[in-house]
């Protein structure tokens, strides 16, 4: 079935640093793409997303390119702030309106 | 954006007793909420999905008796756990989207604790 692969976090980094969290997934078809962020006591937003291969979601600084070849959704900033600390969530959806979500990256940056 | 609100935010009970979690959409109506339960350091597993005015469709694994799912109004749907064991300890997360949403825009609730004793 369609699955999510994230990497193993924590991630810990000092601030303006670069930030790449790894996200490959399965599916058979031509999911959408997605990242959503939970920061601490708060419930899960979405960050950005994809709809189809090559595209790029981006907001606050976030990007993630659909490569349709590798089958990846990395995502990137360029310059991490304190305030970025939060467990991230890649998730794939395809056909219905349920997402499959990874299991989460927690990245911890310090000043 | 629009607002999803569970309750409790944390709750503690005894094994063999019965815990409702409400999960309501606050600024729009929802015609599809979401069940999700999350282990420590493991993905979002969901649950089931329920539908106003009609049976909840449960993800297979996902007891039914166990985990009763009510989504009896537009704004509102509840999870209730019966007859809860340590095992079922967890944080369950709900979710909704407007009837009328883009593919994949999902609404997230603060989360459930739920500790059994």
């Known amino acids: 079935g369609d699955s999510v692969t994230q990497m193993e976090g924590p991630v810990t980094l000092s601030e303006e640093a670069f930030l790449t969290i790894n996200c490959t997934y399965t599916a058979t078809g031509y999911p959408s793409l997605f990242w959503y962020v939970q920061y601490p006591g708060e419930g899960l937003q979405l960050l950005l997303k994809?709809?189809?291969?090559?595209d790029k979601g981006s907001n606050k600084g976030f990007e993630a390119t659909y490569r349709k070849e590798t089958t990846s959704f990395h995502l990137e900033k360029g310059s991490v702030q304190v305030s970025d600390s939060a467990v991230y969530f890649c998730?794939?959806?395809?056909?219905?309106?349920?997402?499959?979500f990874g299991k989460g990256t927690t990245l911890s940056v310090s000043s | 954006g629009a607002v999803v609100s569970q309750h409790p935010s944390r709750v503690i009970c005894k094994s063999g007793t019965s815990v409702k979690i409400e999960c309501r959409s606050l600024d729009f109506q929802a015609t599809t909420m979401f069940w999700y339960r999350q282990f420590p350091k493991q993905s979002l597993m969901l649950m089931a999905t329920?539908?106003?005015?009609?049976?909840?469709?449960?993800e297979q694994g996902v007891e039914k008796d166990k985990f009763l799912i009510n989504h009896a109004s537009l704004t509102l749907s509840t999870l209730t756990v019966t007859s809860a064991h340590p095992e079922d300890s967890s944080f369950y997360i709900c979710?909704?989207?407007?009837?009328?949403?883009?593919?994949?825009?999902?609404?997230f609730g603060e989360g459930s604790r739920l500790t059994v004793l």
């Open positions: 998730a794939l959806l395809q056909g219905g309106t349920a997402l499959i």
């Open positions: 994809a709809t189809k291969a090559d």
């Open positions: 329920s539908n106003e005015g009609s049976k909840a469709t449960y």
């Open positions: 979710s909704a989207t407007p009837g009328t949403s883009k593919a994949g825009e999902l609404f």
